[in-house]
């Protein structure tokens, strides 16, 4: 099955040269040079993943991230892979905390950048080598402490936690109805009580709150 990709790269000449070397598989349906117009595109198109870079004009220096800001209500739904020339690492860290599922160079061969892009739409966190670590470092906090994610889980009944690692890994609500053989209606009621049991106000929180705590 054929995989949506918008491009977002404010030079007309990568996002030529990043379409070519995309696998058959993964079809292009719109491209931007900078945030408005990548906004725009994203909640126009509703691709399967966005191949975003990080230092775009037309936004308050924000850049890739202000684009994930400004999709948020798409996180989940649409997943975002980062590919950029920078392997700084507060652009890597900005971007993930953004919601991004992945972050990989523009040294990348094109086959691996197909097979990354089939991983993010799949669920799958996907860095380049070395950047893991940037973000194992940037959320590797004191509430990594195993009591305290277990104290905070047992505010969740079992099938809450079952629905709250797959939502919080980007599953979307049919997605996770399937796996787990349950009504989207249903899911939709998990998730409304684990966001309350956990004080959180979005997807995003809790992705963020489970990669904290090593859940996902």
């Known amino acids: 099955m054929s995989l949506r990709v918008v491009l977002v790269d404010d030079h007309r000449m990568v996002r030529v040269g990043v379409r070519s070397e995309l696998a058959d598989d993964l079809v292009v349906v719109g491209e931007a040079a ?3 117009s990548a906004v725009a595109t994203v909640h126009e198109q509703r ?10 004009p037309g936004g308050e220096g924000g850049g890739g991230a202000e684009v994930l800001r400004q999709c948020s209500d798409l996180l989940g739904d649409v997943r975002f892979l980062a590919l950029s020339v920078s392997d700084a690492a507060e652009d890597v860290v900005s971007v993930i ?3 991004a599922r992945g972050y990989v160079t523009k040294a990348i061969a094109g086959s691996d950048l197909s097979d990354a892009i089939r991983r993010v739409a799949g669920g799958d ?18 509430a990594t402490d195993v009591a305290v994610a277990d104290d905070e889980l047992d505010r969740l009944s079992a099938r809450e936690q079952e629905v709250m690692r797959l939502i919080a890994r ?8 399937s796996e787990l053989f349950i009504s989207i209606k249903t899911v939709e009621t998990h998730v409304s009580a684990v966001l309350r049991k956990l004080q959180l106000s ?3 929180e809790l992705t963020r709150w489970a990669a904290v705590r090593r859940l996902l």
């Open 47 to 56: 691709p399967d993943v966005v191949l975003l870079d990080v230092h775009l």
């Open 97 to 99: 905390r953004a919601g």
């Open 170 to 177: 980007g599953f979307t609500y049919r997605e996770v109805a």
């Open 202 to 204: 979005s997807r995003h």
């Open 125 to 142: 966190a996907v860095f380049s080598p070395r950047l893991a670590g940037f973000v194992l470092d940037a959320f590797g906090t004191a």
């Open 34 to 36: 900078d945030v408005p």
